[in-house]
Each structure stands twice: as structure tokens, then as C-alpha cells.
Nanobody
Framework: QVQLVESGGGLVQAGGSLRLSCEAS????????MGWFRQAPGKEREFVGA????????VYADSVKGRFTIFRDNAKHMVTLDMDYLKPEDTAVYYC???????????????????WGQGTQVTVSS
């Protein structure tokens, strides 16, 4: 079992920055793939990015590439999502997720993940 708790959401103006954090407890954190997703009202859950447990390599959605950065700190059992140059279309509930499955191209799909946090709201005003 892995328990995930997100924090750091809030209201920010377009062009601003926010950092989201996700603290994990339970299963050995260093052996899981961590992902970030978001869901806007009336839309499906959308992949944002993911970080591999071994070499911390990352993959990002095209919509956030160059603006968002994921880091993980295995010692602190934490993964962060740094969001810069935020746009109104980034407004959504953001979720972190954990997967015990070996890294694959499926990391972009919500079904790849076994555990989810409760989500944190990010609102970007224009």
C-alpha cells in the first residue's frame, strides 16, 4: 500500500509559478514510478508528467513541456511538480499517482497507476 498526500495548490495569476508536493508513505518509495495528472471540470483526467524510480528520468505531456518540472527525493519520500509560466488552461485539480509496475510507455495512462492522492486545486487567473 502507498498513501499519497498532495499539497501546494492555490490561485495564481497567468505567468506565475506554483510548486505542488506529494508525500508518500507505505511501500518503499524508491521502487515506484510517480506520476502527475490533472482534471479540469467536464474533462477527462490528463497526463502531466512522470518520473522513473531508478534514474529519475522524466516524461512530460507536450502541453507542459518546458514549463513544468518533476523532481523526486527518495530520502524524503516526496515528489514535487514545479509549474512555471502558468496559463489559465492549466487550471485543474492536480493528482499525484504511484505505480508499482515497471516503467513503460503506459506511464501516460491513468490505468498504469495503482495509488492516487486526493488532489489539489490549481487555479490560474487571466
Amino acid at each position: 500500500q502507498v498513501q499519497l498526500v498532495e499539497s501546494g495548490g492555490g490561485l495564481v495569476q497567468a505567468g506565475g509559478s506554483l510548486r505542488l508536493s506529494c508525500e508518500a508513505s507505505g511501500r518503499t518509495f524508491s521502487s515506484v514510478t510517480m506520476g502527475w495528472f490533472r482534471q479540469a471540470p467536464g474533462k477527462e483526467r490528463e497526463f502531466v508528467g512522470a518520473i522513473r524510480w531508478g534514474d529519475s528520468s522524466t516524461v512530460y505531456a507536450d502541453s507542459v513541456k518546458g514549463r513544468f518540472t518533476i523532481f523526486r527525493d527518495n530520502a524524503k519520500h516526496m515528489v514535487t511538480l514545479d509549474m512555471d509560466y502558468l496559463k489559465p488552461e492549466d487550471t485543474a485539480v492536480y493528482y499525484c499517482a504511484a505505480a508499482v509496475t515497471k516503467w513503460s510507455p503506459s506511464v501516460v495512462s491513468p490505468v498504469f497507476y495503482d495509488y492516487w492522492g486526493q488532489g489539489t486545486q490549481v487555479t490560474v487567473s487571466s
